[in-house]
């Protein structure tokens, strides 16, 4: 619904008010971003030392450091690795999730949705430090599991709602032509539903990715706990400022890159 | 089990510390995603584009670092504060641009023609407004709403890594010292978790049944 309808075409005395606020926020935001950036700056007594200012080039040299790249490739590369694994684990629980829980028989149905709104109403960090404790498979394999647990059980519902959506004479058609009820569900069912929801699957595994960050808490080496943890004690606290930054690139890299994947995929079904 | 009941005034002080997570971040994230949507629908360019960057900066950042900047890198380049306080600052920033999302696209909602029969039938900007547009954008609101206040819930234990004692790091805690118990210990942190969720969740089906709207 576009603003426009609700109120008559503003005429030049509204539109000279609507420029003067435009002039005045965005004023009011460069003052306070300059504010900031000026706070930066200045040097700052801390315990007795006096640090330089955030921008002073000894707070930012060991980016010139070719071996810091190379840890920091190392913390993208972990984080990508388990986004990975977890994300395909997920996509494969999720199919089952969805096919036990649209099952005929009640005696599937109930138990599965039993286990899938646990799963559903847990953090998922929980469940990372749930397989952490409970089982000897370690950091990395808590946050694979965590996430292919928590992610499939949300994608179950996604695939679930998918095949909610198919016309039913889709799956009549099928039943009709004497495949069996599990061969209509893989050949005919799934296959649309799954295109269906192809955006909204995109967007989990977009949170799957962001998600894979908690492994800081638990203790995998991913990026933020490359660079927050393990790179900020061993070149010191000075250079948290600037590893902060270089790290919320990096997020914002790879995330703005899957969105706008999952928005070109939306885009391509409404055309079709 | 009898761990869980020996430590359950334990639990129940991290369950106080986790719930007033929630209801602070969650009451502050409401009454700023607001102020966002409305930035985001209004007339100026200005205020528009400012909530928009916003939305997509903390939209596509990890929780994990929106909490680990207020808790150990703000502390270096401004004042120090309670990690309580950081806790909830952080978690409301994050929340707030969903809470942004999940309004406009109510308000968005609603057909077009809804807006263009009232003002075809003489309403004001106000009327239609108030009479028209926000009772079924509000509809279909409150569904999604209660899916981000149900991530929030989730979300409060990631505060448990920075420092605060809610449910999370008293779980963990818990975890440590009854090595021989933590099945039941974690699930008993599981248990108040979803004493929050599930209703939440029930609720937001419930109201989708009742409010759908025929069209």
Same mark, same amino acid.
């Given at each position: ?70 840890? $920091?490739?190392?913390?993208? %590369? /972990?984080? +990508? ?5 977890? =994300?395909? @684990?997920? !996509?494969? *629980? ?63 519902? $996604?695939?679930?709602?998918? %095949? /909610?959506? +198919? ?5 009549? =058609?099928? @039943?009709? !032509?004497? *495949? ?71 997020? +914002? ?7 706008? @994947?999952?928005?070109? *995929? ?7 | ?148 206040m149900v991530a929030l819930a989730k979300n409060t234990s990631v505060a448990g890594g920075f420092f605060v004692a809610e449910l999370f790091t008293i779980g963990k805690g818990l ?41």
């Open positions: 619904m576009s603003a426009s309808v609700l109120f008559d075409a503003p005429g030049p005395k509204a539109r000279r008010r609507s420029l003067i606020f435009s002039i005045i926020s965005i004023a009011l935001v460069v003052a306070v971003v300059a504010w900031a950036l000026i706070t930066l700056a200045a040097p700052r007594q801390s315990s007795g030392i006096t640090l330089p200012g955030s921008f002073d080039p000894s707070r930012w040299n060991i980016f010139a450091d070719p071996r810091v790249w190379r840890d $920091i490739g190392g913390g993208v %590369l /972990a984080t +990508l690795r388990a986004a990975g694994v977890a =994300a395909v @684990l997920a !996509l494969a *629980l999720g199919i089952i999730f969805a096919a036990l829980r649209t099952s005929v028989y009640a005696w599937v149905r109930v138990p599965t949705t039993v286990v899938l709104e646990f799963f559903r109403g847990m953090p998922v960090l929980l469940l990372m430090l749930f397989i952490l404790l409970a089982s000897s498979f370690g950091a990395y394999w808590a946050v694979v599991l965590g996430l292919t647990l928590y992610n499939g059980a949300i994608i179950g519902e $996604i695939l679930r709602a998918g %095949l /909610a959506s +198919l016309p039913r004479g889709q799956r009549e =058609a099928g @039943l009709s !032509l004497g *495949l069996s009820r599990l061969q209509t569900k893989t050949y005919i069912e799934f296959p649309q539903a799954f295109r269906q929801m192809l955006p909204v699957i995109v967007a989990q595994l977009v949170v799957l990715l962001k998600d894979t960050s908690l492994g800081y808490i638990v203790g995998y080496n991913e990026l933020i706990r490359t660079t927050m943890n393990n790179m900020a004690s061993f070149y010191g606290n000075r250079y948290l400022l600037s590893l902060f930054i270089v790290t919320l690139a990096i997020y +914002l890299a790879i995330n703005f890159s899957l969105s706008a @994947l999952a928005r070109r *995929l939306a885009r391509r079904r409404v055309l079709r | 089990m009898n761990a869980v009941i020996d430590n359950l005034p334990t639990y129940l002080q991290g369950f106080g510390l986790t719930l007033s997570l929630f209801f602070i971040a969650g009451v502050s994230a409401i009454i700023l995603g607001t102020v966002v949507a409305a930035m985001r629908i209004s007339p100026v360019a200005g205020l528009r584009g400012f909530a928009a960057a916003y939305t997509e900066l903390l939209r596509n950042t990890p929780l994990t670092l929106v909490l680990l900047f207020f808790a150990v890198v703000f502390p270096q380049i401004g004042p120090r504060i309670p990690y309580f306080a950081s806790a909830c600052v952080g978690l409301a920033l994050y929340t707030a641009p969903f809470v942004a999302e999940a309004l406009r696209s109510g308000v968005n909602g609603v057909p077009i023609g809804q807006a263009e029969a009232a003002r075809s039938l003489g309403m004001g900007f106000g009327q239609s407004l108030t009479l028209v547009i926000l009772p079924q954008a509000f509809r279909m609101v409150i569904p999604p709403l209660v899916n981000v975890a440590n010292a009854n090595g021989d118990n933590i099945i039941p210990i974690l699930l008993g942190v599981a248990f108040f978790y979803l004493l929050i969720t599930i209703p939440l969740g029930l609720l937001s089906s419930r109201l989708e049944k009742r409010w759908v709207v025929a069209r």
